[in-house]
């Protein structure tokens, strides 16, 4: 199942631009290379909830992403 929706995420970046999807698709889209083979939307959706935007998540220290449930160590 989480290779498919993959494969969907990488098709809808290619037509549409990551400007075209929802912040928590972007965030899920670059946690793949981080966790390969696990659904990653619940991890993004935390994230957002936790630092507010992409730009808080991106500023998060090490130390905060950690703190986040479904954060891998």
């Known amino acids: 199942m989480a290779e498919g ?3 969907r995420m990488r098709a809808k970046i290619r037509s549409r631009g990551a400007e075209g999807l929802p ?3 972007v965030v899920e889209f670059f946690l793949y ?3 390969p083979r696990k659904d990653t939307s619940p991890l993004a ?3 957002l909830k936790a630092f507010g935007s992409m ?4 500023e998060a220290t090490e130390e905060q992403l950690l703190e986040v ?3 891998p160590k």
Do not use: A, N, T, V
């Open 55 to 58: 730009d808080g998540i991106l």
């Open 33 to 35: 290379p981080f966790i």
């Open 5 to 7: 929706r993959r494969e």
């Open 69 to 71: 449930k479904g954060m």
């Open 23 to 25: 912040p928590h698709e």
């Open 45 to 47: 959706k935390e994230l």
